[in-house]
């Protein structure tokens, strides 16, 4: 299903919550949702479900205004974290519920109720009683139950919060599986950016009631538009000073800005494993952690703490080490607008002869 939200606004109170919120998804897209909490994100979700209706601002889907339809009249399926199986009833009955509502024949119910068993991987579970299962596949249920009535549109809001970090990842690559091969169109909250990253064809970032920004996970952390968005996607580091870099002097050309590092636009190492007349900086590593398939290492340069990756194979480097470090490039952000810049002296045009 085609969505497209327009102008949308809510208040709780005094308080707004949603700040004019546009956006369309095209059939059959999965969208995260991803922002710190209290953003907005979640009653987003509620007034596209018809939970929560907006103050002002459209929700078309299909083209079709949906703002004063019931929630049972959207065509929406629902997994929430906290949006519990029915105990008392099997497998089988929960997934069923949404069809027997919906009038269907035994015949029907049994074979869509198969259906959605073979296709969550649910097979030989369906006598069992929620307590009888896994967080796992307890929330695979839930997904069947959703999908069941044949919703064109899912919404998913912190589907895998409850669940422990293994199982989590399998779910992710799980669901990812599943929503591309029914096709529906899926909207999902989360404030795990790995998550959205892993998951989402496209993700929006919300923060403050507003949408940030709105792209393909690799668009987002390529070209983040604010500085919100780059320190919110991926790692990076802030430096204050950048025009003092060396190959960054016309950063002072723009007025307020901040500027954001990204670990893979930072070279570290001794000064032998650079070219000659490189235009690198003197660093001191300040910290050095390990993390199972790189280091972090933290180094310190002109009063800025960078945060970087090295390779095993290297030499390993300690704390308080002198090393030399080369930056290609950074994020500069103003107030009103966002630039990559180059070291546009990376290897110096004019080399030192030793
Ligand atoms: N029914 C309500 N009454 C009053 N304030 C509310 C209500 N629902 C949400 N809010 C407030 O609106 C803001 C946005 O909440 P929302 O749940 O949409 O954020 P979120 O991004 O989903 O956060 P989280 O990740 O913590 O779920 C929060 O400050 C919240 O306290």
Redesign the pocket.
């Known amino acids: 299903m085609h969505i497209e939200v327009t102008g949308l606004n ?1 208040h ?2 005094q ?1 707004h ?2 700040k004019d919120v546009s956006f369309t998804i095209e059939k059959g897209h999965l969208i995260g ?1 991803l ?12 007034m596209l479900a018809g939970l ?1 209706s907006p103050d002002a601002g459209d929700i078309l889907f299909h083209g079709r205004r949906v703002n004063d339809l019931p929630p049972q009249e959207r065509g929406i399926g629902f997994v929430f974290q906290n949006y519990a199986l029915f105990k008392h009833m099997t497998v089988y009955d929960n997934i069923a519920f949404g069809l027997k509502i919906k009038k269907q024949s035994k015949e029907q119910i049994r074979n869509r109720v198969m259906e959605l068993v073979e296709l969550t991987g649910l097979k030989g579970f369906e006598q069992r009683y929620p307590h009888q299962l896994s967080g796992g596949q307890r929330q695979r249920v839930a997904f069947a139950r959703a999908l069941a009535p044949e919703p064109q549109l899912l919404l998913l ?2 589907p895998f919060a409850a669940i422990d970090a293994k199982i989590r990842q399998e779910l992710r690559s799980w669901l990812r599986d599943l929503i591309e091969r029914v096709g529906i169109t899926s909207i999902f ?1 989360t ?1 795990d950016q790995d998550e959205a990253i892993e998951v989402a064809d496209e993700i929006m970032i ?1 923060s403050q ?1 507003r949408v940030e920004q709105k792209g393909t996970p690799w668009d987002i952390y390529k070209q983040p538009q604010t500085p919100f968005v780059a320190s919110f996607i991926g790692e990076s580091s802030i430096v204050e000073n950048i025009h003092e870099l060396r190959g960054f002097e016309n950063a002072s050309d723009w007025l307020n800005t901040k500027a954001l590092i990204r670990p893979e636009y930072i070279e570290i190492g001794q000064l032998y494993e650079f070219p000659i007349a490189s235009a690198t900086e003197k660093g001191r590593i300040k910290h050095i952690h390990f993390r199972g398939s790189e280091w972090m290492v933290e180094v310190e340069v002109r009063g800025n703490t960078l945060i970087t990756y090295r390779s095993l194979e290297k030499e390993v480097l300690h704390p308080g080490d002198d090393i030399v470090v080369l930056v290609h490039r950074a994020y500069l952000f103003n107030d009103h607008d966002s630039w990559i810049m180059e070291n546009r002296m990376k290897e110096d045009p004019m080399p030192i002869h030793i």
């Open positions: 809510k709780f109170g308080f919550a949603v949702l922002g710190p909490s209290g953003g907005g994100k979640t009653s987003i979700l509620r929560e809001d912190e909250v404030h919300i009631g």
